[in-house]
């Protein structure tokens, strides 16, 4: 019953540091993405998978990269952190365009120092 | 495309009173529309979703949303609002193509309830 997964839950970077995030579903969905959510600003798609092998950048990609490893896991790389990448980031799964929605992970909290 | 609008980044009910969240799409095709609750240092959760099947919609903690065609609206409606609805409210609608993945989220309204 475990949804989507994300890892870390928090984590604190200095400036130029990289980090991966994690995001791992069981619910066999097709499509995956991550998302920014920052006061004020609503959701940010940041890049989105539709499906397995294939990845897609959504409106504030700049700064980041994507991998989806397999049809379970898709991870989020800041190749070198910026204070401007401080924010929560949260994965979903979804089975495609459809009636299912998403699922949303519990997020993490990134500071950027 | 789609698009999501949703009218009032603030609402502010007493408890006991009415709560109504606006939400108007935009659609080509028949939408799928969804509303999302987050409450605070959590992540979104699933409150109901519309899929043609009836257009009045009930979710989860009292919660209740009509499809409007004629008005391209899914608002999102309580009789009487509790203390613990207090949350960020978020309505989304299928995306049909674009890069936006497949849902369309706006803004979110962000509901306090005053004791």
């Not at chain 1, 994300?6 to 984590?11: G, L, N, S």
């Not at chain 2, 609008?5 to 007493?14: E, N």
């Not at chain 2, 519309?50 to 989860?60: D, E, M, N, R, W």
Request: aromatic share 12%; charged share 15%; with cysteine.
């Amino acid at each position: 019953n475990a949804g989507v997964t994300q890892t870390p839950k928090f984590q604190v970077l200095k400036t130029g540091q990289s980090m991966t995030l994690q995001c791992a579903q069981d619910m066999n969905h097709n499509s995956m993405y991550w998302y920014r959510q920052d006061p004020g600003m609503g959701l940010r798609l940041i890049y989105y998978s539709a499906s397995e092998g294939t990845t897609d950048k959504g409106e504030v990609p700049n700064g980041y990269n994507v991998s989806r490893l397999n049809k379970r896991e898709f991870s989020l790389r800041l190749e070198s952190a910026a204070p401007s990448q401080t924010s929560v980031y949260f994965c979903a799964s979804s089975e495609g365009v459809g009636a299912g929605g998403y699922t949303f992970g519990s997020g993490t909290r990134l500071t950027v120092v | 495309a789609q698009s999501v609008t949703q009218l009032g980044s603030h609402v502010s009910v007493s408890e006991g009173a009415l709560v109504l969240l606006r939400c108007n799409y935009s659609s080509s095709v028949p939408p799928y529309l969804f509303w999302y609750v987050q409450y605070p240092n959590q992540g979104l959760q699933l409150l109901l979703k519309y899929t043609s099947a009836a257009t009045l919609v009930k979710g989860i903690n009292g919660f209740e949303a009509e499809f409007k065609k004629s008005e391209t609206s899914f608002h999102l409606t309580k009789p009487s609002a509790h203390m613990s609805d207090a949350a960020e409210y978020f309505c989304a609608v299928t995306n049909y193509g674009g890069s936006q993945g497949n849902l369309i989220f706006g803004k979110g309204t962000k509901l306090s309830v005053k004791p």
